[in-house]
């Protein structure tokens, strides 16, 4: 007997999105009814319904062996999945009832609202962003590389860039905020650029955060050229202002 196909509590829910990170629905979960199934963005068509039912055939497998709905969950956490049919394990959270995640598949902004959903509430690391942003100099900008040139017995080094402390420092509270996230596949993407006047939209300082401090890793000075291109600060910025407004609509 599959898993109840409804139910009136409150749920657990994990967005699914393809290779290029467009969300295609939603799985949701309740242990208390034995309750799971899969919400699709009706604006993805026949695509999303072929992934809603890749992950029913995988629900009733898991009904079938006794699993509760969450320890299925952890078990499609663990497993290799089509690398078009993604499972973002960092956008787990709980939902009043199933009706807001119905909701929530209708949104036209899904993708933005998975990327801003990552971002701290903590106070504490948003006071860090602030300062580092605020410490932050023209000399901190203009990175210089050093280790290069001729070595003793004629062979050559390249060199790398030598971040100040604290370009270091703001790189980490960038982290710490929650701006640099697995949600984004950033390597399927370009990188942003800085628009004419200056400012990001919240959700795209989200993408550019995740491709300059994960782009560091496979090329050496791609922190250099943002913070010397201005999208580093523009990035700063709009997270600043992200955290100021939903402050405020929390009041």
Not at 52 to 77: I, M, Q, V
Not at 101 to 110: E, I, K, N, R, S
Not at 240 to 250: D, F, P, V
Request: glycine share 8%.
């Amino acid at each position: 007997m599959p898993y109840t196909a409804t139910t009136l509590q409150p749920v657990q829910y994990v967005t699914v999105t393809d290779k290029l990170g467009t969300v295609q629905g939603y799985l949701w979960f309740n242990d208390e009814e034995r309750a799971a199934g899969w919400v699709l963005r009706a604006v993805r068509g026949e695509e999303a319904a072929g992934r809603g039912a890749f992950w029913a055939a995988k629900l009733d497998d898991a009904e079938a062996r006794g699993l509760s709905p969450s320890t299925a969950l952890a078990e499609f956490f663990k497993a290799d999945t089509e690398i078009d049919n993604r499972l973002v394990e960092v956008s787990l959270t709980t939902a009043g009832s199933l009706r807001e995640v119905q909701q929530l598949a209708d949104c036209a902004d899904a993708e933005d609202r998975l990327l801003l959903g990552q971002l701290s509430r903590d106070a504490a690391a948003w006071q860090e962003l602030a300062e580092a942003a605020a410490e932050l100099t023209v000399e901190d900008r203009d990175v210089k590389w050093a280790g290069s040139g001729e070595q003793p017995g004629g062979t050559y080094r390249i060199g790398y860039p030598d971040y100040s402390p604290r370009l270091r420092r703001l790189m980490s509270a960038i982290s710490r905020v929650g701006a640099v996230t697995p949600a984004y596949y950033w390597m399927d993407h370009r990188m942003q650029e800085v628009p004419a006047d200056g400012q990001l939209p919240h959700a795209d300082a989200v993408r550019a955060a995740t491709a300059i401090a994960r782009g560091e890793r496979f090329s050496d000075g791609t922190i250099a050229q943002a913070a010397r291109e201005g999208l580093l600060d523009a990035v700063v910025a709009s997270l600043l202002a992200w955290y100021r407004q939903s402050s405020a609509a929390a009041v």
